[in-house]
């Protein structure tokens, strides 16, 4: 259901700023002169004028809107779908709560979509953690083979040289590089209190 969420925002996404992007045609050389690039537009709309409050009514219907981020965030679910990672099911409930206090302001519209995808997004079967699927282990990062095994056998340790696992922050001893630590530090093995 997540493939099924990831749609419908993309859809909306791209479907508003197609249908609404049509109404900025004759406005973009308003705003290619720098048009909204004023402090007029700060100022309460019943100060500013008729074709500013239209260029802005423009871009906020196109650009500035949330189009863009729906179509993101519907990309970001379909790929998370797509990779088996489960998509936080906040997600779903603020998508939720949004599409019912902005379809409660406006209708007809295309808010209620977004219900749908929330819904989808909550409703969700979760799938198994990635990490379990992959073979490690999800409460220490360690593969489940290797798991009572020495941590420097871990592959990323693993290709580490002398120097860099001397700099590694467990006093383990570690091969060829403990001499190294022990160097560097300003009191002798044979004093430190865990010798």
């Known amino acids: ?24 045609v004759p406005i973009i050389d308003h705003w290619a002169r720098g048009g909204l690039w004023s402090l007029e537009h700060l100022q309460p ?4 004028s008729r ?9 906020w219907a196109t650009f500035g809107s949330a189009a863009g981020p729906l179509a993101i ?17 906040f997600v779903g409930w603020s998508l939720m709560a949004w599409a019912l206090a902005t379809s409660a302001i406006m ?12 819904a989808a997004l909550v409703f969700s079967r ?11 282990d999800a409460g220490d ?15 990323d340790i693993a290709r580490m040289g002398p120097a860099q696992l001397a700099d590694l922050p467990f006093d383990r001893p570690v091969p060829d590089g403990g001499a190294a630590r022990a ?12 010798a």
């Open 73 to 89: 965030l519907g990309a970001l679910i379909l790929t998370l779908a797509r990779q088996g990672l489960a998509v936080p099911r």
């Open 141 to 155: 990062g360690m593969p489940l083979d290797r798991k009572d095994d020495d941590p420097l056998a871990h592959p």
């Open 126 to 136: 979760r799938p198994n953690p990635p990490s379990v699927a992959h073979g490690i």
């Open 45 to 48: 709309f019943g100060d500013q």
């Open 51 to 59: 074709d500013l409050l239209l260029s802005n009514a423009v871009f």
């Open 183 to 194: 160097a560097r530090h300003s009191v002798p093995p044979a004093a430190r209190p865990d």
């Open 1 to 24: 259901m997540p493939i099924v969420a990831g749609w419908v925002l993309l859809g909306m996404g791209l479907l508003h700023t197609i249908v609404f992007g049509m109404e900025a």
């Open 107 to 118: 209708q007809p519209s295309g808010f209620p979509l977004a219900l749908v995808a929330g």
